[in-house]
Each structure stands twice: as C-alpha cells, then as structure tokens.
C-alpha cells in the first residue's frame, strides 16, 4: 500500500485567504471587540499561535465565546464560497501525482470546500477519498484519526499538510507527518519555527514531495 496524503484546505488547497481577513475583522468590529484587526498572515500568526480555542482564550474570551468566533467565521466563509478560487497548481500535482491517495481534514464545511473545489478543471469526484468538515464536530485530531482507521492506516504511512500551526499541533497529537506549505494564513518562517518533519513553498515544491513519497513506497 502507498501513502496517504491529508490536507488541510483553507490555505493549502483554496485561496481563501484574504475573505479570512475580511469575515475575521468584521467579526472583531461587531462581536468580538476583545481581538484585534488582522491585515495579513503576520498578524494571523499573532491572533492564532497554537491551538485555536488556546489562542483566543488568551485574549479574554471564553470556550464559548472561541466556540462561537469559529462558527460565525465558518459560516460566512461557506456563505462566500462562490467567491473563493482553489490553487490550480496545487490541485493539478493532486491529480497527477496522488489521485484517490488524498483525504482533506478541515474546519471548513464540507459543502464550502466542494463549491470551491469543483471551479477547477483538475477536480474530479474520486480526487480525494474523503472530506471531513466542520459539520462533523470534532476536533481536527479526531478527524485525522478517523481518516487513518477508515483506510486502515499506520501514522508512518500519512503525511499531513497545513499551512497554521494548529494543523502541526494536530498532527503531532495523532503522530502522522508534517508539511508546513508557505502559501498559506501563516508565514512559513513562523511554522517552521514548530519544527514541521517537512516544508514546502511552492506548490512545485509541494509536487515534489508527493512524488517523492510515493517512490517511497514502491
């Protein structure tokens, strides 16, 4: 069996980053006056730098108050999906490379991530083995243990991208790989200082791995 690849989505697979910004501050401006405006992936890496409940909370706000941030968020960026487009680059090295060998774990809503992703021409139905979204309600280590029960997978046999440190802290927690991607909410500078197994910055960079893993495995 080859490898099984697991991305996050926001970030990694869809460019999504600058309506984050606008649904983040507009939340600030109307509900959450205890956070701050945010203009970049500088000032994300400020506002989320570790867990995302751990973040916020450090800013005064309570669990249900995080809880509340998240879903509100969520739910606007699924409002805006039509205005969201994916990486073209990054989905072509998916379907040339690693085709029905990728999962995506995300806190997006599965039905976001379908009405960003099927705007590409490199999209196909089978491109990925599952998507597991927000509507799920668990935590994204849940989400990826799920991920390795259902293919019947050993942690050695996964590699997980992401472009926060949330998504390294997950990963860790559960003991699959990690590759930061640099194109994404956080600076790649700043995940790197996490320590990430892998990185990349390019999605040339990120084609090459995939096809490195899988020569790894044959």
């Keep these: 069996m080859g490898p099984h690849f697991i991305l996050d989505f926001d970030g990694v697979l869809s460019d999504s980053l600058t309506i984050a910004l606008q649904e983040i501050n507009r939340l600030v401006a109307t509900s959450f006056p205890k956070l701050s405006a945010v203009n970049g992936p500088e000032d994300l890496s400020k506002l989320f730098a570790g867990s995302l409940i751990a973040s916020l909370r450090r800013f005064g706000l309570s669990v249900q108050e995080c809880e509340d941030f998240f879903d509100a968020h969520s739910d606007a960026m699924q409002k805006r999906a039509p205005e969201i487009s994916p ?11 690693a085709a029905g060998h990728c999962s995506i774990v995300t806190s997006s809503h599965a039905s976001a991530v379908a009405a960003v992703l099927r705007k590409s021409p490199h999209y196909t139905e089978t491109l990925f083995h599952a998507v597991r979204g927000r509507e799920l309600k668990q ?56 320590n990430p197994d892998f990185s990349v910055g390019s999605p040339k960079d990120f084609r090459q791995i995939l096809i490195e893993w899988q020569n790894n495995f044959n």
């Design 139 to 194: 935590s994204k280590a849940d989400k990826l243990r799920d991920v390795l029960k259902d293919k019947n997978l050993t942690p050695s046999q996964v590699l997980q991208f992401g472009d926060m440190v949330s998504d390294l802290l997950s990963s860790r927690e559960v003991g699959i790989p990690f590759c930061a991607v640099g194109w994404g909410y956080h600076p790649l500078k700043f995940l790197c200082a996490f």
């Design 87 to 97: 990486f073209e680059d990054v989905l072509r090295a998916v379907k040339e490379v």
